[in-house]
């Protein structure tokens, strides 16, 4: 995964390695060495120990034990997207279901930000203007509120480093997102998280070169950006 917006120029090196390392990992996560106890989450087992993971596009079905759990924390979700000359449509990422999750995507056009509540409160957040076509970063920030679980926080979308949409998420999940829903990048392949799109044919119609999770101060970047140094980093440290 290639993160670095347009102005300062992507490292076509350091993107060729990454998907190298996303087809060696096929479907699956690369391998990790630790297994930890998240109290967070209700004393769920987590697989990953470390503030980041960096996740391919096909990846998909991902329990969510196996991926690095955002809630009731800030966090950030980075993608390096390539959007096809018609436009940018479907998903980028989604982790859960219709019952609970959050979903980074895009809907005519625009990137937009969906976190589903329990099944019953939805919550978007939408950039203004459509992704042009070619390559891209884009990015979600959440900064949590604190003062305890399943509280809110604000979202901000960005692409290449820039500020396209802003909003607030009043709650969230404090828990598990679903039993048997998982996370996918590039698709959305159970029960769609968000009403903007049905439970098929909603794989993103362009490229998702690889996406990066990151909890706590891991998520904050400064330009909000991750360059392409960081994201090698990442991704040999998890071989």
Not at 4 to 21: F, M, N, P, S, V
Not at 108 to 134: M, R, S, T, W
């Given at each position: 995964?290639?993160?670095?917006?347009?102005?300062?120029?992507?490292?076509?090196?350091?993107?060729?390695?990454?998907?190298?390392?996303?087809?060696?990992?096929?479907?699956?996560?690369?391998?990790?060495?630790?297994?930890?106890?998240?109290?967070?989450?209700?004393?769920?087992?987590?697989?990953?120990?470390?503030?980041?993971?960096?996740?391919?596009?096909?990846?998909?079905?991902?329990?969510?034990?196996?991926?690095?759990?955002?809630?009731?924390?800030?966090?950030?979700?980075?993608?390096?997207?390539?959007?096809?000359?018609?436009?940018?449509?479907?998903?980028?990422?989604?982790?859960?279901?219709?019952?609970?999750?959050?979903?980074?995507?895009?809907?005519?056009?625009?990137?937009?930000?969906?976190?589903?509540?329990?099944?019953?409160?939805?919550?978007?957040?939408e950039?203004?203007?459509?992704?042009?076509?070619?390559?891209?970063?884009?990015?979600?920030?959440?900064?949590?509120?604190?003062?305890?679980?399943?509280?809110?926080?604000?979202?901000?979308?960005?692409?290449?480093?820039?500020?396209?949409?802003?909003?607030?998420?009043?709650?969230?999940?404090?828990?598990?997102?679903?039993?048997?829903?998982g996370?996918?990048?590039?698709?959305?392949?159970?029960?769609?998280?968000?009403?903007?799109?049905?439970?098929?044919?909603?794989?993103?119609?362009?490229?998702?070169?690889?996406?990066?999770?990151?909890?706590?101060?891991?998520?904050?970047?400064?330009?909000?950006l991750v360059s392409?140094?960081?994201?090698?980093r990442?991704?040999?440290?998890?071989?």
């Amino acid at each position: 995964m290639a993160l670095q917006h347009a102005e300062i120029g992507h490292e076509t090196g350091a993107l060729t390695a990454l998907q190298d390392l996303g087809e060696h990992a096929g479907r699956g996560l690369l391998r990790h060495e630790h297994l930890v106890l998240d109290q967070p989450a209700a004393g769920r087992p987590v697989l990953i120990k470390s503030k980041t993971q960096l996740l391919f596009g096909g990846m998909g079905r991902l329990s969510e034990n196996s991926v690095v759990n955002i809630k009731n924390k800030s966090h950030a979700v980075t993608a390096e997207i390539e959007v096809p000359p018609s436009g940018a449509q479907g998903v980028i990422i989604a982790q859960g279901a219709n019952i609970g999750g959050w979903s980074l995507y895009a809907n005519k056009g625009k990137l937009k930000y969906c976190y589903n509540v329990a099944g019953v409160n939805h919550y978007f957040v939408e950039a203004a203007d459509p992704l042009p076509a070619g390559e891209h970063q884009v990015r979600m920030e959440f900064a949590y509120a604190g003062g305890g679980l399943g509280k809110g926080g604000q979202v901000t979308l960005f692409v290449d480093g820039k500020k396209v949409g802003e909003g607030s998420v009043p709650m969230t999940q404090a828990m598990v997102f679903s039993a048997d829903d998982g996370c996918d990048v590039g698709a959305d392949s159970g029960a769609p998280v968000s009403p903007d799109y049905g439970p098929k044919d909603n794989a993103f119609n362009g490229r998702v070169k690889g996406v990066q999770l990151a909890i706590a101060d891991a998520a904050e970047s400064v330009d909000h950006l991750v360059s392409p140094e960081d994201a090698m980093r990442i991704a040999m440290a998890r071989q």
